[in-house]
């Protein structure tokens, strides 16, 4: 019998397999139009570079949901298409990766220089991410017209992408690094920023696009798994901002910013919910400073203020709220609680 590490891993090749295919279409339809060499060159090379590098964890979670949700039923096309739907994930996760990079002037991102700093690259990068975003419109066409949930499928697409741009601009106008005003922060805008910004995407997107294969059309079984994976996604956006602060570069695979950049982060907004007199004045004083010194300081009123102790709590809390909803889900809307399980599995007590 195949463990349950080696089937993950079989999966995560076979799924890896298929994105070279991938690349190469979106490459042919730059053939179709002529496009010089030095364009084609340059477009395979962004392709490789920005997609497949990250934990493909958005990807993998629709190939897994159409196994849960078709058991025995599934098929390979069903594999190969869930595949497809998955690499599109994958696809809009690096035009925002590649976009917010710019937007933050990040370093690192995936071990590795951001796409715009690159040599040569800088600001081309607007215009790839552009070209990342329509490679979703290509394959949805391609393999999904002839389906009848090919509008559901655009549709989602669409609204999700619009969804996160909102949570981006929230974060954007909240916490410029130009102009630091702590006032602005709160837990509620946080959570805003976190539900629009990454939950939709990161959680809901994969799971819905799996249910549309399955042909799941009643309304309540996708407002049922809505009401699960937001919050899901939110307590992986939780871990995401104290992994930034907490986590091993080596292990995360960039160096946080998240406070020299003056980001409204989870950390931040519960240090400004707990601090006195004297501790806010610091925060004031050094939070968003382009400046090691002040980060150190930061850093050390979290030690003093027993932020990571105040984290541990609330992913105990969020774990045993999350798990406690699945327990509950009618699984008669065509829903299976291994779905969120699964997600679940993934993301608990993680490192990076």
Partial sequence: MVSVKLQKEENRKAFLDIFPTLAEEVLAELRKYNMPQDAYEWTK?????????????????????????????????????????????????AFFLVSDDIMDSSI????????????GVGMVAINDAFILESCIYVFLKKYFKSTDYYVDLLE??????????????????????????????SVQKHHFIVVYKTAYYSFYLPVAMAMHMAGIKNESAYKAAEEILIPLGEYFQVQDDYLDCYGEPEFIGKIGTDIQDNKCSWLINQALAKANADQRKVLDENYGKKDKAAETKIKELYVEMDIEGTYKAYEEKSYQE???MISKLDESLGLKKAVFTEFMDKIYRRTK
């Fill in 322 to 324: 999350i798990s406690g």
């Fill in 156 to 185: 989602l697409f669409h609204e999700v992408t619009f969804q996160t741009e909102l949570g981006q601009l929230c974060d954007l106008i909240t916490a410029p690094e130009d102009n630091v005003d702590l006032s602005k922060f």
């Fill in 45 to 93: 090379e962004m392709l490789f570079y920005n997609v497949p590098g990250g934990k493909l964890n958005r990807g993998l979670s629709v190939v897994d949901t159409i196994r849960i949700l078709k058991g025995d039923a599934v098929t390979e096309d069903d594999i190969f298409k869930a595949s497809v739907l998955g690499w599109l994930v994958e696809l809009l996760q």
């Fill in 108 to 119: 690192t991102r995936r071990g590795q220089p951001c796409w715009y700093r690159k040599d």
